[in-house]
DNA sequence: TTTTTATCCTAATGTTATTAGGAAAAACTA
DNA sequence: TAGTTTTTCCTAATAACATTAGGATAAAAA
């Protein structure tokens, strides 16, 4: 038992240092200009021992935002959890995804860059974990119209797409112009720009007194 | 000059074949799973007598976003030419735009999902253009701020990330999507909500009169 | 110790972008 | 028009990679 854990992580482990040389070069040189023995090289094997861990170039490059993903889906109900109220929520939600996206930039390069083209991409299990993701969103939305905090004849798929479009953009903005400054420039201001095309006129004015 | 000129218009005739080839093939199978290959027998030449015409694979990538951005650039003058008033002007813009990717869906295609991720997007020509197409966005605001139309403390830059973030999302689902469905579908209402953020309580409490 | 299994390597193989070198055809010159 | 240059194109390399074959080494199991 003993000696099968010990195997079981240093094969783990080398499938880690695999994976870590991949984002590496990835999200350094692009998906293109990276070779199998590029990061072979700098995972310390050779090509073909790559390939008793992984299928291949695309297979290890779709297991990057795999792994990311899906660690973000279960770490948003922990961090939702005992917020009160849609607004302090979707404040939350902002935050924390732009933190987690600073804390993880080359997962995030990766992500923003390199996902959506791939041809597999609507099938991949990382689609389903993002739409879970945004689908977060809509039940805030609802949450706000039930207890009047947003407007009544609110669309809750329309304030979807404009909150995860403006946080998308900002995102790849700063993805593209390699990380050179904080994400959470104007964060403030943007956010609530976003949300006050979403509340009550009463919460509207309500918040004027802040 | 006769001959000069069909000559000219050959060369042209048979540049144009391989782009229209290309454009075709990248957007159906994607850059990568396309060949020189298939392009050069597509267009009906053979592979090298291509390379007399672009620089290679990456050259003819980048060609197409090119010249459709540079029209689409040239073409907004005029659209915008005549229009009262900055909410005006953004409805204008944004039904154009969407119109323009709908009746060139695979151009649109091979912006949204193939050019970001090359290596050197930030160095092209069309990046400078997006960059100008959406500058106009940032006038429009600030004309808007001078006509009262729009809230002083607006910052314009932010207004035209939340405005370019959605809009772009919209248009990258829909050719994630394989454009199944049509880019106008709750378009009133998205915009609505937006430009809602950005204008001065008086003229949003007039909006409700209609 | 022998056998099995996991991990890795060197050396193919096959696909694809790109180039070399030159033929065919068109355009130009005298 | 006959010769010359230029344009356009082709077949056949070359070179860069991804992926696979076949087997060596070493660890684990018997």
């Known amino acids: 038992m003993a000696k099968n854990n010990s195997k079981n992580n240093s094969k783990e ?64 109900d922990d961090q939702l959890f005992g917020i009160q109220g849609a ?15 600073e804390q993880a930039p080359l997962d995030a390069k990766i992500v923003y860059l390199f996902l959506k083209t791939n041809a597999n991409f609507l099938n991949t299990e990382v689609y389903a974990n993002v739409k879970k993701l945004y689908a977060y969103l809509v039940d805030i939305f609802e949450e706000g119209q039930k207890n009047g905090e947003m ?7 329309i304030a979807r797409d404009i909150f995860v479009g403006t946080m998308d953009h900002i995102i790849t903005r700063w993805v593209l112009k390699d990380m050179s400054y904080s994400l959470f420039d104007n964060l403030d201001q943007t956010f609530n720009l976003i949300v006050g095309a979403f509340k009550t006129d009463q919460s509207n004015s309500a918040d004027y007194l802040n």
Chains 1, 2 share one sequence.
């Open 151 to 157: 407007k009544p004849d609110l669309n809750p798929r």
């Open 87 to 101: 607004v302090n929520k979707l404040r939350k939600y902002l935050w924390w995804y732009l933190r987690r996206v």
């Open 13 to 76: 482990h080398t499938r880690v240092r695999i994976i870590n040389s991949a984002k590496k070069l990835f999200s350094e040189q692009g998906y293109q200009k990276t070779t199998i023995v590029d990061i072979s090289k700098q995972a310390g094997l050779s090509e073909a021992a790559l390939y008793e861990y992984f299928q291949g170039k695309e297979d290890l490059l779709l297991t990057i935002p795999d792994l990311w993903v899906s660690e973000l889906l279960h770490d948003l």
